[in-house]
């Protein structure tokens, strides 16, 4: 485990104390079987952004603290660990990264102080089929006599059904497959054209899909480059895939302790079942799991923020060694508490549900292994 600055030590305290006091799984069950639209709690938005978490990326001259990633990782394991339903990775992290990557000055200005005050909400809308496959991408961008007019469909969007506004990966030249001919685009929700269809997921999140028909964009909208948006489009994944990573890491870490504490304290037979050779080897072996992925997460946050050229190889590492951990860890959650464990009453359900949404997210285990091995020509 890496050791935290003086600053990243205290952002972690103050997310336990906040999580556990304010923002625990009860809360998350709450927001679920209240069924409300944007399927996160608007109060605990507004204490997040008050906190100063949602500009924690930005620079201070436009309203956030300018801190890295590596402290953003900090506070999303802490999040992830409670199940926290907010627009803090999507926007905080993934929107707040598009803009300060590829956005002009004007496009800075105009979205990163409201993002960093949580007033607005910009999220990234790039797959299209079932598949994580951001090379795949065919929305179409025909350029006009005063810009492009945007056609397709994104699906599974982060916050979709919430967002002020979208960075949305299309083609203005070539054909899925190719890496040229990509462009990005920053769009407001309310673009005449832009439709976002809610979703009911398993994980009981905010994801919609959104269709683009016949959406006019200016140039202004643009970001980046016309046509090589694709190394642009891969540095943002590559911080979504990290910061993914953190959250997840902070809930297979919840899940693993609460398994943990049910070993200590559950008897049968008149011993408890943590004594069990079988059960307290699996316990082992998940720990290990755990600070294995532990430390490639933190790899490849630091490597993010050190600008190093391996950052692709540590963020596929991190993102697919973290979600082997975190599949094994909910399927132990639920067998290990056996029969309690499948109920809807009890919080391991919402582990696993969680687990599942967020493996699969910018990429599952089959394609970070591929992506990692094609870096070495394998």
Request: some cysteine.
């Amino acid at each position: 485990m890496a050791v935290l600055t003086e600053e990243q030590s205290m952002l972690k305290d103050q997310a336990q104390a906040w999580v556990r006091d304010e923002s625990p799984v009860q809360k998350f069950r709450q927001m679920r079987d209240s069924g409300t639209p944007k399927r996160f709690d608007e109060a605990t938005w507004s204490d997040i952004s008050t906190m100063g978490w949602a500009g924690i990326l930005v620079p201070e001259e436009l309203g956030g603290s300018g801190m890295d990633y590596a402290t953003f990782g900090v506070v999303l394991e802490e999040t992830g660990r409670q199940l926290v339903a907010s627009p803090l990775f999507a926007s905080g992290l993934v929107g707040a990264s598009a803009l300060m990557l590829g956005g002009s000055d004007a496009q800075q200005k105009s979205w990163l102080p409201d993002i960093a005050a949580g007033k607005r909400i910009l999220t990234l809308a790039v797959d299209e089929g079932p598949h994580h496959g951001p090379i795949q991408t065919a929305l179409s961008a025909e350029a006009t006599d005063d810009g492009y007019t945007l056609n397709g469909q994104k699906v599974l969007v982060f916050e979709g059904v919430s967002a002020d506004g979208f960075v949305v990966a299309a083609r203005t030249a070539g054909g899925p497959g190719d890496t040229t001919g990509i462009t990005l685009f920053v769009l407001p929700a309310d673009t005449d054209g832009i439709e976002a269809t809610p979703l009911k997921t398993a994980d009981s999140r905010g994801y919609a899909n959104v269709a683009f028909n016949s959406v006019s964009a200016s140039v202004d909208c643009v970001l980046g480059e016309v046509g090589q948006g694709f190394a642009l489009l891969e540095g943002i994944l590559d911080r979504a895939r990290a910061g993914l990573a953190a959250e997840m890491l902070g809930i297979g870490a919840e899940a693993f302790d609460r398994t943990l504490e049910y070993l200590k304290t559950r008897e049968q037979f008149g011993q408890v079942i943590g004594s069990f050779q079988s059960l307290g080897h699996r316990a082992a072996e998940r720990f290990m799991q755990m600070e294995f992925a532990r430390s490639c997460v933190e790899a490849a946050l630091r490597a993010i923020d050190a600008g190093r050229e391996d950052v692709p190889v540590l963020c596929s590492l991190a993102k697919c060694q973290v979600g082997e951990f975190l599949h094994d860890m909910s399927n132990d959650m639920i067998q290990m508490h056996g029969g309690i464990g499948m109920t809807d009453e009890f919080d391991a359900g919402f582990f696993l549900k969680r687990a599942r949404a967020v493996e699969a997210a910018f990429g599952g285990q089959s394609f970070h292994r591929r992506r990692y091995v094609s870096h070495f020509g394998i």
